[in-house]
Structures are given as C-alpha cells and as structure tokens.
C-alpha cells in the first residue's frame, strides 16, 4: 500500500517527466518543499493528457489531502436565517453539491505557480482533470462562436469537483474594476450571484458555497462587493422560496467577515 510521501515522490517525477522544461529542478527532502513543487508542476502543466496509472496516484493523494485538510459538511455550519450561512475558511475543504470559483475569461485555472487566488486553489486540489475539462468545454464553444471566445462576465460554467469534497464547482468571470466603480459593474456582479443560482436550480444543485467574487486582484471593493452579494441572494431566494437549501458566503480573510458580519 502506497503512502502520502510514496505518492508525493511518485507524483513529483511524473510531472517533471511530463515537463522537458523542468528536467533538470531539484527536489526538496523535506514534505512541505516537495508539495509546493507538486503543486507548482500542477498549476504549470497545459491541459493535455495524463497517463491513467498517474492519474490515479493523483486521486489516491488529494483525495487523503483532503483528509488531512479537513473536509466541512453542511452540518458543521451555522444556519444565520433564511437559508443563509457564513463561513470563514479554505472553500475547497467545502462538503456541497457546488462551490464557485472567481474563474477568469479563459476558464483554465491560475497558471502561477503557488498563487494564493481560489482559481489556483480549486485547480489545486480538484486535481488536473479539472483543467482538462474547462479546456474541452471552451474548446466546444470556440467552435460554436469563434477561435476568439471568452467566457463572458456572469456567465457560470459548471465541471465537476473530481478530488474536492464537494460534488461541482461553477466557475464564473466577475467584472474587474480597473478605474472607477460603476453601476454596469455593480449589475455585472449581481447576475453573477444571481445566474449561478439559476445554474444550480437547472442541474437540481440544493447547496451552494459563494467565494467573493470579483474582490482581490479584480480590485472590486469588498464592502460594495458583499452589499451586492447579500442583497441578490436574499432577492433570489424570496423570488424563488424553497429552490435552494443553503447559501454559504466564503470568505477568507478577517476582513471579508467582519464585512459579512455587519450586514447579517
């Protein structure tokens, strides 16, 4: 029987190995050096084809990551009211029938090694396939619309989980603010909430977790970012009683949750 470190070293050599570029990178002797350079090869590698004996190396190790990360089901999270939940932590240690990601328009995933965004995480830990299949899915709509496609802003897409706890993730591109805060923007936002959980009511999705999208690198700011969040499910929800079971607001910084907290 395989352990995490047999499956840590069999891993890393497969990627490198996989990689003509990084042949020759040296690997960390201690664990915590060696997963960053796993992941790093991850976040790296184009969505081309893995072999399946390493693909099921892959799938035994994250799926004990998760383990080792703690998975959180909907049990271990407080109801505020009306459907409604906050919870501060790592998204992909989530138990739910679907988590969202603040994807960008070419719906790969964060190719910078190590990035600390929820797009390098989900990637991260829901393992290679994930990127393969948004690839296949964009492929499919270039075909349709042209080798110059971009998912538009607030248009989600749905993949499955693969290695994380929860069952699907739905990526979606919030709006960027790259000057002054707008109200096409602040709309932009609102149909991201807002078609996402149309999207889940489609495919019979009941749980939902929310990152807080289009804040951080989309320079949305956080406070405006949370009103409009709040506001919009609250809105759906009343227009659509009994459709969804729970909505959890992610977040991960201090910050976001006293934001959150104020507004509950």
Known sequence: MRTQEDRLDYLIKAFINGSAEYADIQIPQDTE?????LRSLMNIRMPFPMADDVLEVQDEYLKERA????VVSLEDISLIRDHLSLWQGDITRLKVDAIVNAANSQMLGCFIPMHTCIDNCIH??????LRAECDRQMKQKRIRYGEDYEQPTAVPMLTDGYNLPTKKVIHVVGPIVSKELTADLEDQLSMCYSNTLDLCVQCNLKTVAFCCISTGVFHFPNKRA?????KTVQEWLGNHPDRIDRVIFNVFKDEDRRIYEQLF
């Open 67 to 70: 383990i080792e990360k703690g």
């Open 226 to 230: 949370a009103e409009i969040a709040v």
């Open 33 to 37: 050096g060696k997963q960053r350079l």
């Open 124 to 129: 991260t830990y829901a393992g290679i396939q």
